[in-house]
């Protein structure tokens, strides 16, 4: 099985900055994609940003410029730093990565239990 934790939510005013953090762990062979997802009650759990394993990223229109992902192969790491904060980015943000473990030799998706950031206006 694969874990992922994620960390680095909280409360902070709009235009301010927030870095999360999305560890795997687990008996894992290999990582292919890993994700940034947010979700507000009532409503479906959307993309903010993925990155791939060679560093290819993609961000949905409305973080682009302010958020940045990155990731760190070695510690099966993954984060976001987030710029210039809006009311509009509070969610519950969630991580899921693409993983094969060495017990079930093909890719299944995983998903953390997510971390709330609340944007004060």
């Known amino acids: 099985q694969v874990r992922l934790v994620e960390s680095g939510g909280g409360l902070v005013q709009a235009g301010e900055s927030l870095r999360l953090s999305c560890v795997a762990s687990?008996?894992?062979?290999?990582?292919?994609?890993m994700n940034w997802y947010r979700q507000t009650p009532g409503k479906q759990r959307d993309l903010v940003a993925g990155i791939m394993r060679d560093g290819t990223a993609n961000y949905v229109d409305s973080v682009k410029g302010r958020f940045i992902i990155s990731r760190d192969n070695a510690k099966n790491t993954i984060y976001l730093q987030m710029n210039n904060l809006r009311p509009e980015d509070t969610a519950v943000y969630y991580c899921?990565?693409?993983?094969?473990?060495?017990?079930?030799?093909?890719?299944?998706?995983?998903w953390g239990q997510g971390t709330q950031v609340t944007v004060s206006s």
């Open positions: 687990g008996s894992i062979a290999s990582i292919s994609g």
């Open positions: 899921n990565a693409e993983a094969k473990t060495t017990l079930h030799w093909a890719y299944s998706w995983y």
